[in-house]
Structures are given as structure tokens and as C-alpha cells.
């Protein structure tokens, strides 16, 4: 974590779950919380994978030069610029959420990615260029700018991989949203990278790891998108498919914040060092929404989008109202 100058706020790192078209929910929130922000908190860091890691992203580049209305911004012209507008494109989404669909109800075709261009991934690198200057970056980070975490999975080794604030490019944010049976891997400093969700999703113990107790944060919070229960038992394959998605997304996310939880025991039974160590509050922020299927993960339906976004505000303000 970054230096930081004074103790006055509370300290917050922000962590934002992947999960595709969801994530637009997690911009929403992170619209609020920037709207709402107040003297009681500061933001000092924010991680990511695939959606989230696409959102983190925006939101840190606009508080490095100190301007959360840039950031709100930057989110908006995102789910903007990547929603279906055109009449072609809407056609193409229709088409692409349909087939997700049929895939859990009758025997389809899988194609790898490799056998058609990466169209997909060469729109999101031009999006993302459009709005993030990467080569400016370097020379915006000081001492006090929040921390950026995006993480990934090295195909070839099997290790987690945390980009860290130098190493933000659009690489690194293609590489946390590189679905293996979608994209293509992400080929960067001779590595080659999958999607977050083998490794961290998102990010979360990094904040606290290898940093003195003045640079951890006193809370985390945790934009969650795939909801932890369910009501119902899952017997078609298609709500199967869903449920396993889900759990899948949310098995690195537990195994992250069991790490932090088993930490403040040992600091409160007086096991670790308190000029090392100390009791950080982990606080959740969860869409609602328990009805959505996996396939609407690839819808990019304006009102979809949209939908999600305004979701993500309503929580986020219902959150920030049980802080106060």
C-alpha cells in the first residue's frame, strides 16, 4: 500500500468481484461512493478481476489526478461505449446471449477462441485506450495515490498473478478479463494470462501483505456479485451451470477473506507483533439481484446495463446510510 500522510479518515480499500455485464453494478456503486464521499473516509485502495478489474481501473485513474467527477465519468463512457447500440450490435448481443443460453439446454458446438479474430478483445483495448492514458500513469502514482490490484492466472505456471500501479496497462486489464472458452490468452512480458477467477477475485489479501501497519487500510470493502446462497436446489443443467458459475466465483473471493478474518483473531488474542498488525473491518456490498443466469453475464442490452448501474447505486447509498 501507498504512504499515507494522515490517520484523520477512516482508510478504505475497495474490492470489486468480476462477473461480465454484472459488473456494471459494481460501477454504479462505485459511482455512489464517490458522489457520497465525504471526510470520514479515503479511498487508498481498490483491486479487481475481469469487470471488476475494468472498473477498478477507471475509478483509481480518475482519483490519481485527484478528480472523482472524472471517474464517475469514465465509468459512465465505459458501459456506454462497450453496450450494444448499433442495430447490428444489438443483433450480435441478442444472438451471443441466446446461444450462451441454448448451451445449458441442448448439445452445442464449443469453438475455441483461436479459431476466429479477437475482435472482442481488440473493441475493449480500443475502448480502454480511449479513456486511460496508460503512459501517463508512471507519472501520476506519489506516495499518495490509492493502490491498484488486477489480478490473473499464468496459464503455463499455475501461479496468481496481482498486477500492482506500475505495471497497469491495457494488457494487464485484458489478461484479468481473458475468459479462457470466450478470449484468447493475454500475452505480456513473456507470459501468458487467463482470467482472474483461477486466481483471485478479486485481489483482496494483497492489500495487506508486505506493508507496514501505517499503509494498511482500516477497512475493506468487498462489491460482490455473485450472491453466496440460494433459495432453491438447482436441478436443470442450466441452473446448474449458474449455481457452479457462481460458487467458482466465489471460491477465491472466501479463501481471501478467511486469510484476513484468521489475522484479526491472531492480532486480538495478542499472537502477531501490534506495531505489525492490526484489526481490519471487512464490510460487504451485494447485488440483489438473484434471478440473473450466467448467459447475462455477456448481455450488453442498454437497459440491461443501465438497470444494473442503478441497482448498484441504491445499494451502495443503503450501504453508506449503515455506516453513518
Not at 498473478?161 to 479462457?180: C, Q, R, T
Not at 502477531?272 to 450488453?300: F, G, M, N, Q, T
Amino acid at each position: 500500500m501507498a504512504k499515507k500522510e494522515t490517520k484523520e479518515r477512516k482508510q478504505v480499500a475497495i474490492a470489486c468481484q468480476g462477473g461480465g455485464s454484472h459488473t456494471a453494478f459494481t460501477a454504479g456503486v462505485l459511482k455512489k461512493i464517490l458522489k457520497e464521499q465525504n471526510g470520514k473516509y479515503e479511498i487508498v485502495g481498490l483491486s479487481g478481476t475481469s469487470g471488476g478489474a475494468i472498473c477498478a481501473l477507471l475509478t483509481w485513474y480518475g482519483l490519481l489526478t485527484n478528480d472523482k467527477d472524472k471517474a464517475i465519468k469514465l465509468l459512465d463512457s465505459f458501459w456506454r461505449e462497450i453496450s450494444a447500440r448499433s442495430f447490428d450490435d444489438m443483433l450480435l448481443n441478442e444472438w451471443v446471449v441466446w446461444t450462451a443460453r441454448l448451451h445449458g439446454i441442448t448439445p452445442t458446438l464449443d469453438i475455441s477462441p483461436y479459431y476466429y479474430p479477437p475482435v472482442a478483445q481488440e473493441r475493449m483495448r480500443g475502448i480502454l485506450d480511449k479513456l486511460v492514458d496508460f503512459n501517463k500513469i508512471r507519472t501520476l502514482i506519489n506516495e499518495s495515490s490509492p493502490d491498484l490490484l488486477v489480478g490473473a492466472a499464468d496459464v503455463l505456471s499455475g501461479e496468481f498473478k496481482v498486477f500492482w500501479n506500475p505495471e497497469i496497462n491495457a494488457d494487464a486489464i485484458l489478461a484479468s478479463a481473458a475468459i479462457p472458452t470466450l478470449l484468447r490468452a493475454i500475452r505480456t512480458d513473456g507470459k501468458v494470462y487467463w482470467d482472474g477467477l483461477f486466481s483471485q477475485n478479486p485481489p483482496v489479501r494483497s492489500f495487506i501483505e508486505d506493508a507496514n501497519i501505517h499503509e494498511k487500510p482500516d477497512e475493506i470493502w468487498i462489491i460482490q456479485i455473485n450472491p453466496q446462497t440460494r433459495h432453491y436446489e438447482p436441478k436443470s443443467i442450466r441452473e446448474i451451470e449458474d449455481r457452479r458459475n457462481e460458487l467458482s466465483g466465489n471460491l477465491s473471493l472466501y479463501q481471501e477473506i478467511d486469510f484476513i478474518e484468521n489475522v484479526n483473531k491472531w492480532v486480538e488474542a495478542g499472537y502477531l507483533p501490534a506495531d505489525k498488525y492490526k484489526h481490519i473491518k471487512v464490510r460487504w456490498i451485494e447485488s440483489l439481484k438473484e434471478d440473473l443466469d450466467v448467459a447475462s453475464k455477456l448481455d450488453r442490452n442498454p437497459e440491461f446495463i443501465h438497470d444494473m448501474m442503478n441497482h448498484g447505486e441504491e445499494q451502495a447509498l443503503e450501504f453508506l446510510k449503515q455506516l453513518t
